[in-house]
Structure formats: C-alpha cells, structure tokens
Nanobody, 122 residues
Framework: QVQLVESGGGLVQPGGSLRLSCAAS????????MGWYRQGPGKQRELVAI???????NYADSVKGRFTISRDNAKNTVYLQMNSLKPEDTAVYYC????????????????WGQGTQVTVSS
C-alpha cells in the first residue's frame, strides 16, 4: 500500500504565501507523477499542478506565475509553493501520485492524500 501525507495548509491573508508538502510512503518502486488538486466550496475538484519524474510540470491557468511545484524524487515528496494567494484559492488541496509499485509492473496506480485546508481570507 501507498500513503500520501500532506502538510502545510492553514489560514493566510490575501497576498500571503503557503508551502504545501506531500510525502509518499509504502511499497514504491518509482513515482511517475505527483501533483496537487483542489476542491473549493461548491466547485469540482481541479488540477492545480503536476510534476512528472523527469521534472516536466503543468499548471492550471489560474495559478500560473503564482504557484510553483517541485519534487524530491529521493524522498518521494512533492511541494507546492503558493504565493500571492487570493480568496479564490481557498480550497481543500489534495496530493496525488501515480505510483509504480514494482519494477516488473510498468503501469502506475493512483493514490490520494486526505487533503489539507487552505483558507485565504482577510
């Protein structure tokens, strides 16, 4: 099994910053991609940012220029640096990982963290 544990959420004023972390543990051969999704009040869960094992990244248009995703492959950890936060960034942020669990199995399995609340409010 694989577990994802998020940390770093909290309450911040508009314009402030937060840094989220997510560490994967368990039976892991490699992680193909790690990312962050969020679900705001009354909204669908949406992709925020993804980083693949080779370092390529994708961002939602709404966070480009403000958020930065990075990962430490040796630690199976992904980070999300969030700057210039806006009230519309308020959401539960979920860590996601596509995990290759065995060297002889090429496909990856999706895992989700429990979510961490980010609230941007004055």
């Amino acid at each position: 099994q694989v577990q994802l544990v998020e940390s770093g959420g909290g309450l911040v004023q508009p314009g402030g910053s937060l840094r989220l972390s997510c560490a994967a543990s368990g039976t892991i051969f490699s992680i193909n991609a790690m990312g962050w999704y969020r679900q705001g009040p009354g909204k669908q869960r949406e992709l925020v940012a993804i980083v693949k094992s080779g370092g390529n990244t994708n961002y939602a248009d709404s966070v480009k220029g403000r958020f930065t995703i990075s990962r430490d492959n040796a630690k199976n950890t992904v980070y999300l640096q969030m700057n210039s936060l806006k009230p519309e960034d308020t959401a539960v942020y979920y860590c996601n990982a596509n995990v290759r669990r065995r060297s002889w199995v090429e496909f990856g399995t999706e895992y989700w963290g429990q979510g961490t609340q980010v609230t941007v409010s004055s």
